[in-house]
């Protein structure tokens, strides 16, 4: 089993920056791509970022050139940047991995991380 806990969540001002960070441990052989996502209320949970292992990234067009996207190999870490944030970026944040371990393919969510833009 693949566990997920993501940090750095907070309060902050609009213009402001924050970085998410997330970490996988348990039973992996590989991680194929991890990301990104958000779900604030009463909305669906919709992706913001994914950073695949050959460093491949896709982001949401509401937060291009605004977030960048990273991950630390070694660590089975992903990172998220988030710079110029603006009110509708509050969401409760989720880090997602998926790659193969000794059971077979894994997908793995974490527990969220709440991020509130608010002057």
């Known amino acids: 089993q693949v566990q997920l806990v993501e940090s750095g969540g907070g309060l902050v001002q609009p213009g402001g920056s924050l970085r998410l960070s997330c970490a996988a441990s348990?039973?992996?052989?590989?991680?194929?791509?991890m990301g990104w996502y958000r779900q604030a209320p009463g909305k669906q949970r919709d992706v913001v970022a994914v950073?695949?292992?050959?460093?491949?990234?896709n982001y949401a067009d509401s937060v291009k050139g605004r977030f960048t996207i990273s991950r630390d190999d070694a660590k089975y870490a992903v990172y998220l940047q988030m710079n110029s944030l603006k009110p509708e970026d509050t969401a409760l944040y989720y880090c997602?991995?998926?790659?193969?371990?000794?059971?077979?393919?894994?997908?793995?969510w974490g527990q969220g991380t709440q991020v509130t833009v608010s002057s």
């Open positions: 997602n991995a998926r790659g193969l371990g000794p059971a077979g393919s894994f997908g793995s």
């Open positions: 348990g039973s992996i052989f590989s991680i194929n791509a």
């Open positions: 950073i695949t292992s050959r460093d491949s990234t």
